[in-house]
């Protein structure tokens, strides 16, 4: 596609309850991370993908998350369990390249509010 | 580790003034500097960045930056502000060895009054 796809846009959810996020990455970019930007807050690095490496988890803030990738394809940021500080716009970028110095391609966010 | 601090939580500045929104940096090694912006209801945009070589950087909408090794910053610059400058600012760092995730700074509003 044109750009970076999230979806949903917005996600409300009752606390206790699983949520599903996606993202569909620019086609043919190897690279693929996960943010959270609370409130007020900067962007906070949660997972890391680049090709068929092993991702970096090191962000994740709990168990409770986790993510997945299908080749270099679409990914899915899962929240189990959810808590009232998992509120959040929840963004997704993609890269051409892991190479450090290529610029990352965001997504208009998912916006997750847990009631 | 790696960090960013981007000291103020907003700058006002009046249309036609020149504008700074600063950053500073730390890293162990060289860094990778970037600027994005977020316009509201909308994704982060590149801007521009540093990798190596000249010191002032050129970007989208007439924005630059300077890097400064001594003061390890990368204050983000614009002779003449717009009132469509107003936006949410992020500098990030990426180091130039290990893996390429940027870390960011919790962002800077930048409020161009006409």
């Known amino acids: 596609g044109a750009g970076v796809s999230q979806s949903p846009s917005n996600k409300v959810t009752e606390k206790g309850k699983d949520v599903e996020l996606r993202c569909d990455p620019i086609?043919?970019?190897?690279?693929l991370y996960w943010y959270r930007q609370r409130l007020g807050q900067g962007l906070e690095f949660l997972i890391y993908?680049?090709?068929?490496?092993?991702?970096?988890k090191s962000g994740l803030p709990s168990d409770r998350f986790s993510a997945e990738r299908t080749g270099e394809s679409v990914s899915t940021l899962t929240i189990q369990r959810t808590q009232q500080e998992d509120s959040a716009v929840y963004l997704c970028?993609?890269?051409?390249?892991?190479?450090?110095?290529?610029?990352?391609?965001f997504g208009q966010g998912t916006r997750l509010t847990v009631v | 580790a790696q960090s960013v601090a981007q000291p103020e939580d907003q700058v006002n500045v009046a249309e036609g003034n020149p504008l700074t929104v600063k950053c500073t940096y730390s890293?162990?090694?060289?860094?990778?500097l970037f600027w994005y912006v977020q316009y509201p209801n909308r994704g982060l945009q590149f801007l521009l960045k540093?990798?190596?070589?000249?010191?002032l950087v050129k970007g989208s909408y007439g924005f630059e930056a300077e890097f400064n090794k001594s003061q390890t910053s990368f204050h983000l610059k614009k002779p003449s502000a717009l009132v469509s400058d107003s936006a949410l600012y992020f500098c990030?760092?990426?180091?130039?060895?290990?893996?390429?995730?940027?870390?960011f700074g919790k962002g800077t509003m930048l409020l161009v009054s006409p």
């Open positions: 086609s043919g970019h190897t690279a």
């Open positions: 970028a993609s890269s051409p390249t892991g190479v450090r110095g290529t610029e990352a391609f």
């Open positions: 993908f680049q090709g068929n490496s092993a991702p970096d």
């Open positions: 890293v162990s090694g060289n860094p990778y």
């Open positions: 990030a760092v990426t180091m130039n060895s290990g893996y390429s995730t940027l870390t």
């Open positions: 540093y990798i190596t070589g000249d010191n």
